[in-house]
């Protein structure tokens, strides 16, 4: 069965990710297989802010993985015409996935 997952962020994006990380842990969910390999599908198909993952979620998830053990790979394949390199660069995604 699917879950979903809200957490308050009025403590800021960091700490709400955690918490969401903290309570997966609890539950015993296996997050990372033995690879350590976690790939994450963004959307990032255009430069407009509805249209692309935020950027300081992405991080925030990123860091929560890697604190776990795990190796993050990021993709994206825009299809709106857009090249997927020149979006992240604008929207903010390709410094996070430095």
């Given at each position: 069965?699917?879950?979903?997952f809200?957490?308050?962020?009025?403590?800021?994006i960091?700490?709400?990710?955690?918490?969401?990380?903290?309570?997966?842990?609890?539950?015993?969910?296996?997050?990372?297989?033995?690879?350590?390999?976690?790939?994450?599908?963004?959307?990032?198909?255009?430069?407009?802010?509805?249209?692309?993952?935020?950027?300081e979620?992405l991080?925030?998830?990123?860091?929560?993985?890697?604190?776990?053990?795990?190796t993050?790979?990021?993709?994206?394949?825009?299809?709106?015409?857009?090249?997927?390199?020149?979006?992240?660069?604008?929207?903010?995604?390709?410094?996070?996935?430095?």
């Open positions: 069965m699917t879950k979903v809200v957490s308050d962020t009025s403590s800021g960091d700490s709400a990710v955690k918490d969401i990380f903290e309570w997966l842990q609890k539950e015993e969910i296996q997050l990372i297989k033995s690879s350590k390999d976690v790939y994450i599908k963004v959307n990032g198909i255009d430069f407009k802010k509805h249209c692309y993952t935020s950027p979620v991080e925030a998830v990123i860091k929560q993985l890697q604190m776990l053990g795990a993050v790979h990021v993709m994206e394949n825009s299809t709106q015409s857009n090249m997927t390199r020149v979006v992240f660069a604008i929207n903010g995604m390709k410094d996070v996935c430095k």
